[in-house]
Nanobody, 122 residues
């Protein structure tokens, strides 16, 4: 089993920044990819970004490209999501996920964190 614990959400004004963290523990040797997803009220969970555990590959959804940066600290088994130039449309619960393959599809991830709320006011 792998446990994921997110932190760093909160309330921020439009144009502001937040950094989310997700600490992994347990059988981390099983993990190949760490992803971030988000889910707004009444909407499906959507892909935000992923990085491989070794940091060799990363990918972003078009909606966040150029504003969000995903990074991996292997020594701390922690993945970060730096979010800049936030917009009200970025308001959602953000989830980190861990999986054995590189994919943007949430169903292909094996482990999920509990989620952290990000609210961007206009």
């Amino acid at each position: 089993q792998v446990q994921l614990v997110e932190s760093g959400g909160g309330l921020v004004q439009a144009g502001g920044s937040l950094r989310l963290s997700c600490a992994a523990s347990g059988r981390t040797f099983e993990i190949y990819t760490m992803g971030w997803f988000r889910q707004a009220p009444g909407k499906e969970r959507e892909f935000v970004a992923f990085t491989t555990w070794g940091g060799t590959d990363e990918y972003y959804a078009d909606l966040v490209k150029g504003r969000f940066t995903i990074s991996m600290d292997n020594a701390k088994s922690t993945v970060y999501l730096q979010m800049n130039s936030l917009k009200p449309d970025d308001t959602a619960v953000y989830y980190c996920a861990a999986g054995r393959i590189t994919t943007i599809y949430p169903d292909s991830y094996d482990y999920w964190g509990q989620g952290t709320q990000v609210t961007v006011s206009s």
